[in-house]
């Protein structure tokens, strides 16, 4: 009678996860996540639907046109309607990718989330919720940071996309609970409800995760489409910019300036006759401010008239029902230059990278999100790796991520990685990766992968010397050199809507136009 206990309990906990050591394994997704995925995803064919023809007209409309006409004339000579096919064709193949630090350094922003240490033995994919969890101690040294990038986080799932509240107690000083929506995870099953958030590539950069590390997983859309999300622009600018709810809350829990100065969303105000007065004579506010104290995104109307980010109020769609979110996107910095914007993402979405324009606008803020609510399995979920030369070619930190590739069969695409400031005016052409031929050199159908091995070998043992040398002049140059040694047959771009029969199991195309995917 113990014994059918036994496993009839044992079957029931299997049904909620998966048994690895002790490690308890979450569900792909988890019937809170598919819940609200599910929500979510009927919202948005509804919007979709209802917003195509009104997005069709804004593409035609004279400030989208005429910004075509400066950076890619031969779009014009398309339909709206066309142009917006070919757009819709390319988000099926638009790249999903999460951007992360090869190894952990707690004193930089970014330092929550995986490394290539984590990765290596990880069996899923873990958020940014999960990580404190598993990883008490490390996630904890970077205490700030955590509490900073958590808070609007929660904002967005619990306010946003309604996923469930947590039980637990947010950590820190005795006044947090209230401190952000959903409180904190009292266990890893209650973390496990909550969302992986990544970029969606729709302008094809050749390194679109830079600002968050310098290495990228790329996921397989087969395998992602489905827990995915989309929203129009960063879910952490439009909570800390225009949630102001949110930021209100969260800000007046810290009443000392130097607390208050440790988020961006955050500012200290002296007490004044105009303002209440904190016990030591200051306030801590809520707001995203820009200097001179303007808001820095647009966060009242879209271009049709509709207000969509204050408080939480703004749209998420999904790959097959976006049509809502163009112009949005394109708003987010104003009308005034919302035609550049969405002229810019269609001109980078649909023309190869041989014709398509540099990425010109001031604001470099360049992607939609693409957010899973799910626990995407390691290794499956995975298409292949791209990683940044400047920082990592050449390195033992460049080798882990070598060894992370080969220990799952992935292929390693190497970047210049070009990193822009968002706050001058930028002109760059982000068209830069080669295929590592040394990396599982047998799992893809490249031309030229054993021919050149011996001089991508010469050149990491160059990098090698340089940086142990200090020499920067090399290592400023080492893409050129790289390129020379490989000449252009391990060139890769990403996909393009029909250039493959197989889209599956294509990781770009070379210059020649011939699929590289895997065998």
């Known amino acids: 009678m113990d014994r059918l206990l036994e496993l009839l309990l044992l079957t029931l906990l299997v049904k909620a996860c998966v048994i690895c050591g002790e490690l308890l394994i979450p569900p792909v997704q988890t019937q809170a996540q598919l819940k609200a995925f599910t929500r979510i995803a009927m919202s948005a064919l509804n919007a979709s639907n209802d917003a195509e023809r009104g997005t069709i007209a804004f593409i035609g409309s004279e400030a989208v046109q005429s910004a075509l006409g400066r950076i890619a004339p031969e779009l014009t000579a398309l339909k709206p309607e066309e142009l917006w096919n070919r757009y819709k064709k390319q988000v099926e193949v638009t790249e999903i990718l999460h951007g992360f630090p090869a190894a952990n350094n707690p004193t930089q922003n970014n330092a929550l989330d995986l490394d290539i240490d984590i990765a290596l033995n990880a069996s899923w994919f873990y958020n940014q919720w999960q990580l404190p969890i598993l990883y008490r101690a490390r996630e904890f040294t970077s205490y700030w940071s ?36 959903g409180g904190y995870p009292a266990s890893l099953p209650e973390a496990s409800d909550r969302a992986v958030y990544a970029v969606f590539n729709q302008h094809r950069l050749d390194f679109p995760v830079r600002l968050w590390g310098n290495v990228g997983f790329v996921f397989r859309n087969e395998y992602v489409k489905n827990l995915t999300i989309l929203m129009p622009v960063d879910t952490g600018d439009v909570t800390c910019g225009c949630n102001t709810t949110f930021t209100r809350d969260f800000c007046k829990t810290w009443t000392n300036e130097s607390a208050c100065k440790k988020f961006w969303y955050c500012h200290w105000v002296n007490g004044t006759t105009t303002e209440p007065y904190a016990p030591n004579g200051g306030l801590c506010r809520g707001g995203e401010k820009a200097d001179g104290g303007a808001t820095v995104h647009n966060c009242s109307l879209d271009a049709t008239g509709g207000t969509v980010y204050l408080n939480g ?56 999100e693409a957010d899973m609510l799910g626990n995407p399995r390691i290794p499956d979920s995975v298409k292949f790796i791209v990683a940044s030369v400047p920082e990592l070619f050449g390195t033992d930190l460049g080798d882990k991520v070598k060894t992370l590739c080969r220990k799952w069969g992935w292929a390693l695409i190497w970047s210049r990685s070009t990193r822009a400031n968002p706050e001058t005016s930028i002109s760059i052409t982000s068209k830069n990766r080669i295929l590592d031929p040394t990396v599982e050199p047998q799992a893809t159908n490249a031309s030229g992968v054993g021919a050149h091995s011996t001089a991508f070998t010469d050149a990491w043992a160059k990098a090698v010397r340089a940086r142990a040398a200090g020499d920067m002049w090399v290592i400023t140059t080492l893409w050129d050199s790289l390129c020379a040694a490989v000449e252009q047959d391990l060139w890769v771009q990403p996909l393009r809507a029909d250039a493959c029969d197989n889209v599956a199991q294509c990781i770009g195309t070379d210059q020649q136009n011939r699929c590289i995917c895997y065998v």
């Open 146 to 181: 955590l509490i900073a990038y958590l808070a609007p986080a929660a904002a967005t799932e619990v306010g946003t996309w309604k996923l469930n509240a947590f039980t637990g107690d947010i950590p820190g000083p005795t006044n947090t609970r209230g401190m952000w929506p």
């Open 313 to 368: 109020t703004w749209p998420a769609g999904t790959m097959d029902h976006h049509a809502h979110l163009l112009q949005k996107y394109g708003n987010w910095y104003g009308s005034s230059i919302a035609g550049d914007r969405v002229a810019e993402l269609l001109a980078r979405m649909v023309l190869p990278w041989e014709t398509a324009p540099n990425v010109t606008h001031r604001h470099f803020d360049y992607y939609y």
